[in-house]
């Protein structure tokens, strides 16, 4: 486990973050929390929305127990005085690290939290796995989200891959142009 404070620059009465790997009791609040972030009014406090791209759920609980469960994965858990607030997914693989189901609970969003959880999901990645290189799908239709990433040091590939219509466990559209584009990162070499 390991502490950070959220967010440089913002004022200093901002969260106090433990990062941990979640555990399978957690799945009820990461459920919650993951589509709180994306689906539905509630997601529309923050800035990372879907709702107007996307209708249903982000994630059930059959999934997020699923990928508790998975080997060469994990999901990494921000804690606010004891309360999930953030979360994402990480894949290992022989190309590096994929990054994944990044959620800040929505009234959090624009705190710095975002910025912890992706260098908190980066050292992981870097220092525990040794990989060297962090790759992440974001909806082309997110210029803003893609641009906060790329503020990070992430770029496109050029790759896209289409949105997967029909599979309703990846919510159901409302537009009929979505499609992912890759983003990548070199992440710094372990000690």
Not at 90 to 107: C, E, K, T, W
Not at 166 to 188: I, K, Q, S, Y
């Amino acid at each position: 486990m390991s502490t950070m404070q959220s967010g440089e620059g913002v004022p200093d009465d901002r969260p106090k973050i433990e990062f941990r790997t979640a555990a399978t009791a957690d799945a009820p609040a990461l459920v919650a929390l993951v589509n709180s972030s994306y689906r539905g009014d509630s997601s529309r406090q923050g800035w990372t929305t879907e709702a107007d791209f996307l209708d249903g759920q982000r994630v059930d609980a059959d999934t997020m127990t699923e990928l508790l469960g998975r080997t060469n994965s994990l999901v990494l858990v921000g804690e606010s005085e004891g309360e999930i607030v953030t979360c994402c997914e990480l894949q290992r693989s022989i190309n590096g690290a994929y990054f994944g189901m990044f959620s800040v609970r929505p009234d959090l969003q624009g705190a710095g939290l975002g910025r912890a959880v992706l260098a908190e999901a980066e050292r992981t990645a870097a220092l525990e796995w040794g990989c060297r290189l962090m790759r992440m799908k974001v909806l082309k239709q997110r210029p803003e989200l893609i641009a906060w990433y790329e503020r990070r040091g992430y770029t496109s590939t050029g790759k896209t891959e289409p949105f997967p219509y029909g599979d309703d466990a990846f919510g159901l559209p409302r537009r009929d142009d979505l499609v992912f584009v890759e983003l990548t990162r070199e992440l710094p070499a372990g000690p």
